[in-house]
């Protein structure tokens, strides 16, 4: 069973800028990779997503154009960069992984980190 861990989150003012990183205990080249996000009182949403080549990605509406996947497979590790933060962004995010490597999907992963904490003051 793959783990995961999820570092890089912090707190941030608005229109700031974060890298969340996701480094994996086997190789990610196995798996699609996602990033989630859990406000309080809110159910976890899906924020990005990205095959096992990074041929392919899917953004939330809510973030395209201002957070961008990637992955390094050589490393292990996925990650989220973040511009442009604003307070709505405030969440824990999440890094997981999918055992259905070449499509994107926006459910159905199967191993999850323990969340970074994101805060962006306003």
């Known amino acids: 069973q793959v783990q995961l861990v999820e570092s890089g989150g912090g707190l941030v003012q608005t229109g700031g800028s974060l890298r969340l990183s996701c480094t994996a205990s086997e190789r990610t080249f196995n798996y699609a990779m996602g990033w989630f996000r859990q406000a309080p009182g809110k159910e976890r949403e899906f924020v990005a997503g990205?095959?096992?080549?990074?041929?392919?990605?899917d953004y939330a509406d809510s973030v395209k154009g201002r957070f961008t996947i990637s992955r390094d497979n050589a490393k292990n590790t996925v990650y989220l960069q973040m511009n442009s933060l604003k307070p709505e962004d405030t969440a824990v995010y999440y890094c997981?992984?999918?055992?259905?490597?070449?499509?994107?999907?926006?459910?159905?992963?199967?191993?999850w980190g323990q969340g970074t904490q994101v805060t962006v003051s306003s």
């Open positions: 990205i095959t096992n080549t990074g041929g392919n990605t």
């Open positions: 997981a992984a999918s055992r259905i490597p070449t499509i994107v999907l926006r459910d159905r992963y199967d191993y």
